[in-house]
C-alpha cells in the first residue's frame, strides 16, 4: 500500500510518501516560524497556504519515481492506466490530519486532501494527528500494546488501547507540555519554539525550587510557568530556571507514565510528539523503565516533531482496513480527541 499523507494542524506544512512494501518513509516539511512571539493562527494558516501544494508536488514527485521506477526503464504497461486514459495514481490514497489543532490551518489542509484525492482519484483517509504520533512509536517500535505518553506542543497525555478505543489515561489540567515551555521562553525573550533552547540551557544550571503538581493521573502545568517567570523576574540564572523546569516537568511526566504502566500492566512504553525530542526527557523515561523491566522506545526526530510521515503510516493503516472518508464527511475537527477514534486497524485484536 502506498499512502501520501498531509500534515498542517500547527506550524508544519509537511507531506510524505509511504510504502507498506518497503516500508519507506519519505516526508518533505517546511516549518512556519513566527517573526515574534508564538504561533499566529492566521499567519500559520497562510504558510500552509503557500507551502502544502510544494511539498506534496515533493513528496509526490517521490511516490512517482518510486512508482514508475527509473526513467530507463520501458514505459508503464497498459494495465497500469485508469479507464480514463490517464496514469495510474501512484498512491492508493491521500490520508491527512482531521485534527486536533489549528481551525483555519486545517481548513486549508483538508481542502488540499480533498482536491488531490479527487484529482489522483483515490480515496481520503481522515487521520487523528494524536493517533499518528502514538502509532508512529508503536509501528517503529513493533512493540505489541504500549502506552505511549504523548508530549507535543499543545497536548500531553498518556493513553492506552483498550476495547477498540486509545483510552486517555491521564493528561494536562490547562496547556499542553510544549507550549507551556514556550511561554516561558517568551517571557523571557527567546524566539519560537522556546523547547530546544531550554534543553541547552539547562546543561549549565542547577536545581532551585519550583511547584510539582500531579494529581492522581493528571498533571498541571501552570502554577510551574508562572512560578519560573517570576524566579527569572527576581533574578535568577536562567540556566537555573531552565533546568529545574525539566526536572519538574519531565519528573510529572516520568511518575504519571509510570503509573500508566502499572494501572494497565503493560511493560511497554512509546514516546510520541515534538518534546520528545528532549534528551533528558528521555533519559528519565528510560531509567524508569529500566528500573521495573519494561521497554521503552522513542522514534527517530522526524518522527517526534508534527510531520505527514506519521500521517502517511497510520492512513496506510487505516486504508488497509477500509476505513476511508467520503468527501461529504471529511470536515476537519479542531478539538478532535484521540479517544473519539474507533481503531479499526486494530480489529483483530482481542481487547
Ligand atoms: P501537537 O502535536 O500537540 O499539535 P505541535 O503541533 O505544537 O503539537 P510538536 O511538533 O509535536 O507540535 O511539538 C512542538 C513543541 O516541541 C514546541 O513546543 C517545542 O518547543 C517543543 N520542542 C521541540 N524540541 C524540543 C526539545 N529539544 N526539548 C523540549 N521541547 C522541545
Request: aromatic letters at 6%.
Amino acid at each position: 500500500t502506498r499512502v501520501l499523507g498531509i500534515e498542517g494542524t500547527a506550524w508544519a506544512a509537511s507531506a510524505a510518501c509511504y510504502d507498506s512494501g518497503t516500508d519507506d518513509v519519505f516526508i518533505e516539511s517546511d516549518a512556519y516560524q513566527p517573526d515574534s512571539g508564538g504561533i499566529h493562527p492566521r499567519e500559520a494558516a497562510e504558510h500552509m497556504h503557500d507551502a502544502i501544494p510544494r511539498v506534496v508536488e515533493t513528496a509526490l514527485e517521490h511516490a512517482r519515481e518510486t512508482h514508475d521506477g527509473p526513467e530507463t526503464e520501458p514505459p508503464v504497461d497498459v494495465d497500469e492506466r485508469s479507464s480514463s486514459g490517464q496514469q495510474a495514481a501512484p498512491v492508493d490514497a491521500v490520508a491527512f490530519s482531521r485534527g486536533p489543532g489549528l481551525g483555519p490551518c486545517l481548513r486549508v489542509v483538508g481542502t488540499a486532501a480533498r482536491a488531490l484525492a479527487q484529482s489522483l482519484d483515490v480515496p481520503l483517509v481522515g487521520v487523528n494527528h494524536m493517533v499518528a504520533h502514538l502509532e508512529i512509536g508503536r509501528h517503529t517500535s513493533g512493540f505489541d500494546s504500549p502506552v505511549c505518553l504523548n508530549a507535543s506542543g499543545a497536548n500531553a497525555h498518556l493513553l492506552a488501547y483498550r476495547n477498540g478505543r486509545y483510552q486517555v489515561l491521564g493528561e494536562t489540567m490547562d496547556t499542553g507540555v510544549g507550549n507551556a515551555i514556550d511561554k516561558f521562553t517568551r517571557h523571557v525573550g527567546w524566539s519560537h519554539p522556546g523547547g530546544p533552547k531550554v534543553e541547552a540551557a539547562a546543561e549549565d544550571g542547577e536545581y532551585v525550587d519550583l511547584p510539582y503538581v500531579v494529581k492522581g493521573m493528571d498533571f498541571s502545568f501552570s502554577g510551574i510557568m508562572s512560578a519560573a517567570k517570576q524566579r527569572y523576574d527576581d533574578g535568577v540564572p536562567v540556566e537555573d530556571v531552565c533546568y529545574s523546569l525539566q526536572e519538574n516537568i519531565f519528573g510529572m511526566l516520568t511518575e504519571v507514565s509510570e503509573r500508566a504502566l502499572s494501572l494497565t500492566g503493560s511493560d511497554e512504553l512509546v514516546l510520541g510528539g515534538g518534546v520528545g525530542q528532549n534528551a533528558r526527557l528521555r533519559a528519565m523515561l528510560e531509567e524508569m523503565c529500566a528500573q521495573r523491566g519494561a521497554r521503552f522506545h522513542a522514534p527517530e526526530p522526524r518522527f517526534l516533531r508534527d510531520n505527514a510521515g506519521m500521517i502517511a503510516v497510520l492512513g496506510a493503516k487505516m486504508y488497509d482496513a477500509g476505513d476511508t472518508l467520503a468527501l461529504e464527511e471529511s470536515r476537519v475537527n479542531p478539538d478532535f480527541r484521540p479517544d473519539q477514534v474507533p481503531v479499526t486497524w486494530r480489529a483483530d485484536e482481542s481487547d
